[in-house]
């Protein structure tokens, strides 16, 4: 892959659920080694942006690249195979399994899991949490934990986009903070990240580019201090100070 | 962990046993005699043996059930046991429960198998409703699937019981993948509808398709032989009668003796890929389906071959099930094969507590033995047996035997 290619690549993507019709005709791109932000408010179609990229449901117009790829349709299962790994919102990791087993399951999709080994011990180092707790039931980490987890679990496949949906959900911001801290170390470690927000203070001061999404399209883009000193951003996004 | 080798372990008996004679020597060696002494060597040499053959036995047990446990980095675990104590301890274990057919009647032989049967068939559903947690209603029908495929097997193709065995296994699997695929977008009680109705359509066919199944007559199923042995008084398949090659005198018995010795060891093996599984990718992606589908797919997993996967694996089990349960009948039927079966197979695996493999073995044994061991109160066995049922549902919400993961190491330690 060229450095100069966008390694993500919407173009024009509308999607729909059934009749109900949530994004309309959105273009956006991700560089690698960039930090991306999408921010919007509830209900503006940023987990359907995500979603759509897994195929589930598929844009009905609209194409998405990744790498040069076209993975409009690719099932589910693929696309992540194909070096895009998602940390679901909500984190949604596996209660009843361990911590360690929780990473293994990033593994899955891995065809060659030779870098298993190395990963592991990075996810340990990113988030030595982890390590103390990895033969504890992961339901019985605190919601940061689980966060942390969630990311490492998609880390476990060495993903070449990392997505995230929502990662301060329900987050106190002492631990948004910390989490934000080391997603930006994983970028530095070569990681592209891709970051859909609804707190926007954070997320806008860690990015290197943001979109703002309104009502199924996007109305602002910028890169991330442009958008946090943006008058409309403040006024609708960051609470008017 | 540390190795440790089986030399130094007999070394390490033999001192041991040098330490006995030397601390226990005097006091069980000398018999006090008035003022006179007299020695005895025979029982302090025995305890010396005792901890020398105990002392072996703790040593060929893995260091870390004895040692404090060692700060692991990142590595993978190493295995609990290694593989020629596993050999070791299955042909103990098996060796122990096969001589039973020595001292057991035709009836407790009779019973016996279908206690494993029921065991093999709740160690099938187990993977499917335990490890994958799709709620299948109708897993009587691979059961049915496994007797048909034998007894018609033989009927049609003159297949043998050791033939039918695999393909059962295959033939139950690739029902089981049947049905996975309408039912692969349905959760609880709808996947629960539809298993019901699958297992129902599986026992009619049986029951209506006349000319070929035989309908309610049901058909007959050939007596399983060994290498040309057959354990009955005529030979009826081409063989020699297993009495008259070993001399000894026909028993009705020795069918269900040979029946409980196969099944045993097919039970046996199957206990053990079982757990195998839990600890593999394959098993782990069951476990992980069945806890967050969303999670999973994000995370790449192929939730269509997962599941499909996972029903095949526990239909065949359930296959081979119904293989015994033909051969050690002689005779299948549509009635044997009732919605009741199912329901029953179901509540050893939540008795026994969802996904926990010993705890099936337990409630199988229970809930078929249970029966037969209250035959005397005649009348009210059923409602004993129901009682018992609902009593340990109350102890034990979640199972005799809850799950227990196999890579947890418990607090503190």
Redesign the interface.
């Known amino acids: 892959m060229k450095k100069d290619e966008a390694i993500l690549d919407l173009k024009n993507i509308s999607v729909a659920y059934g009749q109900t019709k949530v994004l309309h005709g959105v273009s956006l791109h991700v560089m690698p080694g960039e930090i991306v932000t999408l921010i919007g408010s509830n209900g503006a179609g940023k987990t359907t942006l995500l979603k759509s990229l897994?195929a589930?449901p598929s844009p009905y117009s609209g194409e998405i690249f990744f790498g040069g790829e076209d993975i409009t349709v690719l099932?589910?299962?693929?696309?992540?195979?194909r070096g895009l790994?998602?940390v679901?919102e909500g984190r949604?990791?596996?209660?009843?399994?361990?911590v360690?087993?929780n990473l293994?399951?990033?593994?899955?999709?891995c065809t060659d899991k030779s870098h298993a080994?190395p990963t592991?011990?990075t996810i340990?180092e990113l988030f030595p949490r982890l390590?103390e707790r990895r033969?504890?039931?992961a339901g019985t980490l605190s919601g940061g934990e689980q966060q942390m987890l969630a990311i490492g679990?998609?880390m476990m496949?060495k993903p070449k986009l990392l997505l995230l949906d929502e990662p301060s959900l329900g987050l106190a911001p002492l631990i948004v903070k910390t989490i934000f801290t080391t997603l930006k170390q994983i970028a530095a470690d070569g990681t592209t990240i891709f970051i859909v927000e609804q707190n926007a203070n954070q997320a806008l001061k860690l990015a290197d580019r943001a979109y703002v999404l309104s009502n199924g399209a996007i109305s602002l883009t910028g890169s991330g201090t442009e958008l946090l000193s943006n008058e409309d951003v403040k006024k609708a996004y960051l609470g008017g100070h | 962990m540390s190795r440790r080798p089986v030399s130094r372990t007999m070394l390490l008996s033999l001192f041991a046993a040098l330490i006995t004679l030397i601390l226990t020597g005097p006091l069980s060696g000398l018999v006090l005699n008035g003022y006179d002494f007299t020695t005895r060597f025979a029982a302090p040499l025995q305890i010396a043996a005792m901890v020398l053959i105990l002392r072996f036995i703790a040593g060929l047990l893995p260091a870390s059930w004895l040692a404090p446990k060692q700060k692991h980095e990142v590595e993978p675990r190493a295995p609990r046991f290694k593989t020629y104590q596993l050999v070791l301890g299955g042909l103990v274990l098996y060796l122990a429960l096969a001589s039973l057919v020595l001292f057991a009647s035709k009836y407790w032989l009779a019973v016996g198998i279908m206690a494993l049967i029921y065991v093999l068939l709740g160690l099938g559903l187990n993977v499917v409703v335990g490890f994958a947690g799709l709620l299948d209603l109708g897993f009587v029908g691979f059961y049915a699937v496994g007797a048909y495929g034998y007894a018609l097997g033989h009927q049609y193709l003159g297949l043998g019981f050791w033939a039918a065995i695999p393909l059962a296994a295959l033939l139950a699997g690739m029902f089981g993948m049947i049905l996975g695929f309408p039912v692969l977008r349905m959760h609880g009680d709808y996947l629960a509808i539809v298993t019901l109705g699958f297992g129902e359509i599986i026992r009619l066919v049986l029951n209506n398709w006349m000319a070929f199944t035989g309908g309610p007559n049901g058909v007959d199923a050939p007596a399983p032989t060994f290498f040309g042995w057959e354990f009955k008084a005529n030979v009826t398949q081409g063989g020699v009668p297993f009495h008259e090659v070993w001399g000894l005198e026909y028993s009705s018995g020795m069918l269900d003796a040979f029946i409980f010795l196969v099944l045993l060891a097919v039970v046996g093996l199957t206990l053990y890929a079982v757990s195998r599984l839990r600890g593999m990718p394959i098993g782990r992606a069951w476990e992980a389906l069945r806890e967050d589908e969303i999670a999973c797919r994000s995370l790449g997993l192929n939730h269509v071959w997962t599941k499909l996967s996972a029903f095949a694996m526990g239909a065949s089990i359930g296959g081979v099930a119904g293989v015994f349960f033909a051969a050690s009948q002689g005779f299948v039927s549509p009635i044997s094969f009732s919605f009741f079966e199912s329901a029953l197979v179901l509540a050893i695996v939540v008795l026994g507590g969802l996904g926990s493999v010993y705890g099936v073995i337990l409630a199988a044994l229970f809930l078929t033995l249970m029966p037969e061991v209250l035959r005397e109160f005649a009348d009210y066995r059923i409602l004993i047996f129901g009682f018992a049922m609902v009593l340990i549902m109350i102890w034990r919400p979640r199972g005799i035997i809850q799950q227990r993961r196999p890579f947890f190491k418990r607090a503190g330690s």
């Open positions: 897994f589930t099932p589910t299962h693929m696309v992540s195979r790994s998602l679901p949604r990791i596996f209660p009843a399994m361990s360690s087993e293994a399951m990033g593994l899955v999709a080994g592991l011990k340990y390590y033969d504890q039931r679990r998609s496949a």
